[in-house]
């Protein structure tokens, strides 16, 4: 990708510029995006009641959006101007309860194809601890081929 094409990548400008706002989904939640680099991005989550399951411990959903919002972060960085994406499968696993914490949220690349890319997230708490790890399928899509889709 040359210069100019990854300057005007999805989020290479919007996020952490304040240019755009975080996605409603992560105003609703409270999550805050602290980087998005080439490929890989960094977001944090002040997990509190608001965020419980009935057993008082944070809801299994609020990790997968927490986890598909830094996986798609890192994703789009990735893509040129005219492309976007769609997830085709995601899978986590939660490996320990949470009620009250800060989170840490890190999305890698693992395998960008031309079309189809692996993305993986390691969700930690404030001491370092592994509480979920995710994975997701995306799919590059083309902004015009794919219009109304």
């Given at each position: 990708?040359?210069?100019?094409?990854?300057?005007?990548?999805?989020?290479?400008?919007?996020?952490?510029?304040?240019?755009?706002?975080?996605?409603?989904?992560?105003?609703?939640?409270?999550v805050r995006v602290?980087?998005?680099?080439?490929?890989?991005?960094?977001?944090?989550?002040?997990?509190?009641?608001?965020h419980s399951n009935?057993?008082?411990?944070?809801?299994?959903?609020?990790?997968?959006?927490?986890?598909?919002?830094?996986?798609?972060?890192?994703?789009?960085?990735?893509?040129?101007?005219?492309?976007?994406?769609?997830?085709?499968?995601?899978?986590?696993?939660?490996?320990?309860?949470?009620?009250?914490?800060?989170?840490?949220?890190?999305?890698?690349?693992?395998?960008?194809?031309?079309?189809?890319?692996?993305?993986?997230?390691?969700?930690?708490?404030?001491?370092?601890?592994?509480?979920?790890?995710?994975?997701?399928?995306?799919?590059?899509?083309?902004?015009?081929?794919?219009?109304?889709?």
């Amino acid at each position: 990708m040359d210069a100019q094409a990854k300057a005007e990548t999805m989020l290479d400008r919007s996020m952490i510029s304040g240019e755009l706002p975080d996605p409603p989904i992560a105003q609703l939640l409270g999550v805050r995006v602290i980087a998005v680099l080439q490929g890989e991005s960094q977001l944090e989550l002040e997990a509190g009641p608001q965020h419980s399951n009935p057993m008082g411990t944070l809801h299994g959903g609020v990790l997968c959006d927490l986890a598909d919002l830094a996986m798609g972060a890192a994703y789009a960085s990735t893509l040129d101007r005219g492309e976007t994406f769609t997830t085709l499968e995601l899978k986590i696993n939660f490996l320990r309860p949470v009620w009250k914490e800060k989170l840490f949220a890190v999305g890698k690349i693992v395998n960008r194809g031309r079309t189809v890319g692996m993305v993986e997230c390691d969700i930690t708490d404030s001491q370092g601890r592994l509480v979920a790890k995710a994975t997701s399928t995306c799919l590059t899509l083309q902004k015009e081929r794919h219009r109304n889709r």
